[in-house]
């Protein structure tokens, strides 16, 4: 039997940036879906406003300056990892610096999450359990579903440290750095319209 050649690299490099468009399409449709998990739990959460059963409201749990300093937080890992993108694409600079790139961003990501599980501390020593009411299993429900993604964005970033000390800078690689920096935007976004709804409205009212 005759076994085919094996591909060089310059043909593994150019199949996997021809399966690119598909791939990414595929995460678009993931994150879409990702979407509309967060769409109905802003909208359990828009339905739970009033019903607190005589417990504390968004006003007594949340803190305004709390949540703004979260957001900057993540704003300042969305220009992080915003540079990453620009480090593969239009400024190929050495390794060493895509790398601080996405130390910043995971550094970022770890002191979000920090932040969040500090105030999710702070609400229950104060008595405001996800059990206590309706409106209070919804608030917890939706801060804690993008938290959990933060922490699955940082375990990402963690993996991609990883393969790029293994692997190097190679076609997958590039394409899983991308694809990470697509997933971190949305749940910067996400945040915002969290902060804005649920922080904002909540101290507005």
């Known amino acids: 039997m005759n076994h085919p050649h094996p591909p060089n690299a310059a043909t593994a490099q150019f199949s996997a940036e021809q399966d690119s468009p598909s791939r990414v399409f595929g995460f678009w449709l993931f994150m879409m879906s990702d979407a509309l998990v967060f769409g109905l739990l802003f909208a359990v959460y828009a339905t739970m406003l009033h019903a607190t059963d005589g417990g504390p409201g968004g006003k007594q749990v949340l803190e305004l300056q709390s949540g703004l300093v979260e957001t900057l937080v993540l704003l300042c890992s969305s220009f992080t990892i915003g540079m990453v993108t620009l480090n593969l694409q239009y ?91 697509l997933f971190w935007h949305f749940l910067d976004v996400v945040w915002v319209a969290i902060y804005a709804v649920v922080y904002l409205q909540a101290n507005l009212r």
């Open 91 to 181: 400024r190929p600079r050495p390794r060493r610096y895509l790398v601080g790139w996405l130390l910043l961003t995971l550094m970022l990501g770890m002191t979000f999450l920090k932040l969040e599980l500090s105030d999710f501390a702070t609400m229950i020593g104060h008595g405001a359990t996800a059990q206590r009411s309706g409106y209070l299993s919804a608030l917890y429900t939706l801060v804690a579903t993008h938290g959990l993604h933060v922490a699955a964005g940082c375990l990402w970033l963690t993996v991609m440290l990883v393969q790029i000390k293994l692997f190097g800078l190679d076609a997958t690689v590039r394409f899983r750095l991308t694809v990470l920096a």
